[in-house]
């Protein structure tokens, strides 16, 4: 079901039992590109109220956005995706298969979110070492996150770092250097507190 208010821009591939809400653009066309790229959304997806997705996306089955998250162009998105109501995903980003992206999180360029990462509310992970510093596009690098790791809450994840599989980011704190797999993280900047026991 697409409402009549959505916008869904030629060049956009709509899997089986696909829900567009009011207001949504699919496929957003780039700027200064003479042939827009493909757009892709699986089986079962339900993109919620105005929500933007850019062309260049292929997206897998059982797809579903909060309203108002914003998606950039050209991400590789797995199945079983969830991204919260004003998230923004950046362009380029690599998010596996079971990853749930909570309400108002940012995941800028290059990050990569492996299988059932989880990132809480208000989450931000960064690329850019020095902003605004001559040829800082050059050297953007996302974060890592391995196989089932968490950030909590109003964490933020440096440029670069790399958490471990299944380690989890306590809320509030700052990454800055790379994760052990299966440790608990807190503070600012974070520090091992313990492993993860389940």
């Not at 959505?6 to 653009?25: F, M, P, Q």
């Not at 108002?68 to 380029?92: F, P, Q, W």
């Not at 596996?96 to 290059?110: K, L, S």
């Not at 059932?116 to 996302?142: F, I």
């Amino acid at each position: 079901m697409i409402a009549s208010t959505a916008i869904v821009h030629e060049g956009v591939e709509l899997g089986l039992r696909v829900t567009v809400e009011d207001y949504c653009i699919i496929g957003a066309p780039l700027p200064n590109v003479t042939s827009q790229p493909k757009t892709v959304i699986g089986d079962d997806a339900v993109i919620r109220s105005f929500t933007v997705i850019y062309a260049g996306n292929v997206i897998g089955d059982r797809f579903h956005t909060g309203h108002k998250a914003n998606i950039r162009e050209y991400n590789s998105i797995g199945d079983d995706v969830s991204i919260g109501t004003l998230s923004v995903v950046e362009h380029r980003v690599k998010i596996g298969n079971g990853v749930r992206i909570h309400t108002q999180a940012f995941v800028p360029e290059y990050s990569v979110l492996e299988d059932e990462c989880w990132l809480g509310p208000h989450a931000v992970l960064t690329n850019a070492r020095y902003p605004k510093s001559p040829g800082v596009k050059g050297d953007l690098a996302g974060p890592v996150l391995e196989k089932k790791a968490k950030v909590g809450a109003n964490a933020t994840i440096l440029p670069g770092v790399r958490i471990g599989e299944g380690s989890l980011v306590g809320a509030g704190s700052i990454v800055t250097s790379d994760v052990p797999p299966g440790v608990i993280v807190a503070g600012s900047p974070a520090r091992v507190i313990r492993d993860v026991h389940y």
